[in-house]
């Protein structure tokens, strides 16, 4: 088993994590969970237990509301550091996942759409509200969007590093493309 100071383990759990090409957002929010952790036990991530582990994801459950999905993170983060940077056995640490409720995604009509797209005089706005509907791009994915990404020939849009650092293609409708040359290449 391999012992570091408090920060040193953290500092570890960062390279590993950039080792293993997690995305930024992801390294960050590991590191400010394990952090948060390690500063409100008053513990070194090395030396916390599995019930004391369990003992805070339970107190910032019900004080703060957290949602599965972030206590996923914190156990995700948790199992890193414990296995990669400490060398520890999971088994021993290991922690059941809770249950993540199911909600249907909001989804606008398509009147409601066309009514967003056309409020909008700006044909630019027009344009990206459209691409972004009709590809189902995420904003982070829109943001990134270069001009050579779509391709007018094959009626396609290449995402670059999007979700996951995946590129992926989608597809570029008809009438997107008819509302403004800016698309065509």
Wanted: glycine fraction near 4%; charge should be positive.
């Amino acid at each position: 088993m391999k012992t570091q100071t408090k920060s040193n383990a953290l500092e570890h759990l960062k390279r590993e994590l950039e080792f293993r090409n997690y995305s930024f957002r992801t390294v960050n929010t590991y590191c400010s969970l394990m952090s948060h952790l390690a500063k409100v036990s008053s513990l070194p991530l090395e030396t916390l237990t599995l019930s004391q582990f369990k003992d805070y994801l339970h107190k910032v459950v019900i004080e703060k509301g957290l949602s599965a999905s972030t206590v996923n993170q914190y156990i995700s983060a948790f199992k890193i550091v414990q296995t990669d940077v400490l060398g520890r056995e999971w088994e021993d640490f290991k922690i059941r996942r809770p249950r993540r409720s199911k909600r249907l995604p909001i989804v606008l009509s398509i009147e409601e759409m066309e009514r967003l797209i056309n409020v909008n005089g700006n044909l630019k706005h027009k344009a990206i509200i459209m691409l972004a509907y009709s590809a189902g791009l995420r904003r982070n994915e829109l943001l990134n969007l270069l001009p050579d990404h779509i391709d007018s020939k094959r009626m396609q849009v290449r995402v670059m590093q999007g979700k996951g650092k995946k590129d992926r293609y989608t597809l570029l409708s008809r009438k997107t493309l008819e509302v403004t040359p800016l698309l065509s290449k």
